[in-house]
């Protein structure tokens, strides 16, 4: 899964700006249920700094390994960022089918 997020908050810091951005990862199953092997929060943090005050763009990528022994149907991945400078979130949902 790759997403670019852009619009969060940054804070001064060192002559630069810093972000410090949060993921989560839900997979549901065909039924709607959470799959657990396949969901967690705060999977990673992304901190780091930017000389732009505004309009930074960071990059994410996610690999999902799926068990093939996963009940087939369709499955949806809700990927979320936390943007924990300026409180915001957005989230993302992925349809994917297991045959």
Do not use: K, N, W
Not at 15 to 30: H, I, K, N, R, S
Not at 54 to 61: K, N
């Amino acid at each position: 899964i790759r997403a670019e997020v852009a619009g969060f908050s940054v804070r001064p810091e060192s002559g630069q700006f810093a972000y410090d951005l949060a993921e989560d990862v839900q997979t549901m199953g065909p039924d709607g249920q959470p799959v657990q092997d396949l969901s967690r929060e705060d999977v990673q943090r992304h901190r780091g700094r930017t000389s732009l005050p505004e309009g930074a763009v960071y990059p994410f990528e996610r690999v999902l390994t799926l068990d093939p022994a996963l009940t087939p149907g369709t499955y949806t991945v809700r990927l979320t960022i936390r943007d924990m400078v300026g409180g915001g979130r957005s989230s993302r949902d992925l349809r994917f089918d297991m045959p």
